[in-house]
């Protein structure tokens, strides 16, 4: 006796309910101010359960930082790369829920620790001003990267801050001498890029 079995073909089985594992890179910004100690990396993430990261060195390719991230809802966190070298490193992220994994997010990252050169004086000289006499600041301040402000004081409390500079690489401020005769100290302190500063020397006005 044949027994005949019929095959119904439904047409493809879709599975619903799943989301596509995703994640992206969102800090640190580069670059940083850093060469030891550690500097924690971030990002959110969407329809994963893990985010594993990977962090080499740029130029040779070696591993210097791996594991999985902290997850907090739609965020994730990894602390646990502590650069021993100035340089570029790839930060690669990779988010999976079960055994579906999602694409890799990568940044570049430069780590920095060169901090600016800065040298203060006063604009035309001498340093013998008057009382109330109306003056200009003039630092010069370089670095490998990026100036982005220098701040100028007077005995301790802030003037002024300058982002661009007057010409070339010096910054330029207005002053008014202080009232009180005497001895007073100037300083100006210059921030690049990385969050790297560097302070002047002293420079001492006498108010006459």
């Keep these: 006796m044949k027994r005949i079995f019929w095959l119904l ?22 670059p940083v101010a850093v060469a030891t100690g550690n500097v924690t990396v971030s990002g959110t993430l969407s329809g994963a359960t893990t985010v594993a990261v990977d962090i080499t060195d740029a130029a040779s390719g070696a591993t210097i930082a791996s594991g999985n991230a902290t997850l907090a809802g739609a965020t994730w966190s990894f602390s646990s790369w502590a650069p021993a070298a100035v340089g570029d490193y790839t930060i690669r992220a990779t988010p999976a829920s079960g055994s579906a994994t999602g694409p890799a997010a990568t940044a570049t990252v430069t780590i920095n620790s060169i901090a600016p050169t800065v040298t203060l004086a006063v604009a035309g000289g001498p340093t013998s001003i008057p009382a109330g006499a109306a003056r200009y600041l003039a630092a010069t301040a370089t670095d490998d990267g990026a100036i982005v402000s220098v701040e100028f004081s007077l005995d301790g409390a802030l003037l002024g801050t300058v982002s661009s500079p007057a010409a070339g690489a010096v910054y330029s401020l207005a002053f008014t001498a202080p009232t009180v005769t005497g001895p007073h100290q100037l300083v100006a302190r210059a921030y690049d890029n990385a969050g790297n500063a560097t302070a002047s020397g002293t420079t001492t006005i006498e108010v006459t």
């Design 9 to 30: 073909l439904l047409g493809p089985v879709v599975a619903t309910g799943l989301r596509a594992q995703t994640a992206t890179i969102t800090g640190p910004a580069s």
